[in-house]
């Protein structure tokens, strides 16, 4: 074939793996979409129009993505799984790059059916498309969307300031993308905060877990309080609702990065946040970890704080093979005059290796002296 020979018209292909088929939509597929789309969090993440009816279905199966096919500006598939209808994607191809967009029905969600289906078309659209690259977006609280492009082992930035344009507002938004050769696998583990029990006291059994927004404003109150603000150099200052809605996306995005984990500390009786404790700056190559940790004023002074500490260094120290992080050694670094602190490391067994001559810097910005502390398996 000549340079000048048209290329030949991209037909719509029928891929399966297994249980899963990507393929054309069809007229069957309509009330399947419909669900979809009315879901909650579709309406909350996508531009899908609102309220979304059958007629609007129907279009786009009988319009849009037939044209889309034609033109080759929006190849969209339909999701198979087990027989029926479970969502669509759609790849966007542009010079070198497609963009790349999906949804799922909620009774396909958290089966790693999104994830299989996307690996299929991007094995496809690599072999059959002109594209070295596929980009993704979704928006800064599109946590299911963001666990997808991490199990695909997209490179993912974020969240960028205003980066979509959802229903006629800008958004933050994560960016990632995937080059042509890639394994499609996660490039690093994502810690989620697996939880923890203690039931040391039978008065006060103890459940460490992931944070959650109902825990936010007992969150904003411990790490507000003065005594906790003093110590602290990684809060902000002052310490408000809006702040432990930002340290909530902050620990999430460390934790997909495997670089770090937190966990809410909880009466597991009612589950009433008494404080947190987290493990950051993780390094598994070196299998090393720093621990920090903080209690709510009204939790004080009733050995809470030995107990987080060492139920979630524990399972840091665990082999992975046992359920825990398989890390060599904890480090925590605490400032001088913070007495408590090293009354609970010591208690839990940790081990003052050194004092660091001006290692943090208090509130007031003048440099402290600090304590080193490690503990290993």
């Known amino acids: 074939m000549s340079d000048s020979d048209p290329k030949p018209a991209l037909s719509l292909p029928i891929l399966t793996a297994g249980d899963l088929t990507l393929r054309q939509l069809g007229d069957a597929d309509i009330p399947g979409i419909v ?8 309406v909350r993440f996508t531009n899908a129009p609102t309220p979304y009816t059958a007629e609007d279905a129907a279009r786009y199966v009988r319009e849009v993505a037939p044209e889309g096919w034609r033109s080759e500006s929006l190849l969209t598939f339909a999701i198979e799984y087990r027989g ?25 969600r958290r089966q790693h059916v999104m994830t299989r289906a996307i690996r299929l078309a991007i094995g496809w659209a690599f072999d059959r498309l ?25 490179r993912i930035l974020g969240p960028v300031p205003a980066l ?5 507002v800008l958004v933050d938004g994560w960016f990632g993308s995937l080059q042509r050769d890639s394994a499609m696998l996660p490039t690093a583990p994502w810690l989620e905060p697996v939880p923890l029990f203690d039931d040391a006291s039978e008065e006060t059994p103890i459940l460490l877990r992931a944070i959650e927004e109902a825990d936010l404003e007992r969150f904003a109150e411990g790490c507000a309080d003065p005594l906790t603000q003093s110590f602290s150099t990684m809060l902000e200052q002052p310490f408000t609702l809006d702040s432990a809605h930002r340290y909530l996306q902050r620990s999430r995005i460390v934790a997909s990065t495997g670089s770090g984990v937190t966990w809410a500390a909880t009466l597991a009786r009612n589950g009433t946040l008494i404080g947190s404790v987290a493990l950051f700056n993780i ?5 090393n970890a720093e621990i920090g940790y903080w209690l709510h004023p009204d939790s004080r002074g009733l050995g809470l704080a030995q107990r987080i500490v060492a139920r979630a260094a524990r399972h840091a120290l665990i082999d992975v093979d046992d359920g825990g992080l398989g890390l060599q050694r904890i480090t925590a670094r605490v400032m001088t005059p913070n007495s408590a602190s090293v009354a609970v490391l010591e208690k839990v067994g940790f081990t003052k290796v050194g004092r660091e001559f001006n290692g943090l810097r208090g509130r007031d910005g003048q440099p402290q002296d600090s304590f080193l502390f490690e503990l290993l398996p």
């Open 283 to 287: 390094s598994f190559p070196h299998a």
């Open 130 to 154: 002109d594209v070295d690259a596929v980009h993704w977006t979704a928006g800064s609280e599109n946590w299911a969307s963001v666990r997808v492009a991490w199990a695909l082992g997209f």
């Open 84 to 108: 029926e209808f479970a969502g669509s994607l759609s790849l966007r191809p542009e010079e070198k790059i497609a963009k790349l967009g999906f949804g799922l029905a909620p009774w396909a």
């Open 164 to 168: 979509l344009n959802q229903r006629g």
């Open 35 to 42: 669900a979809q789309c009315t879901d909650p969090d579709s």
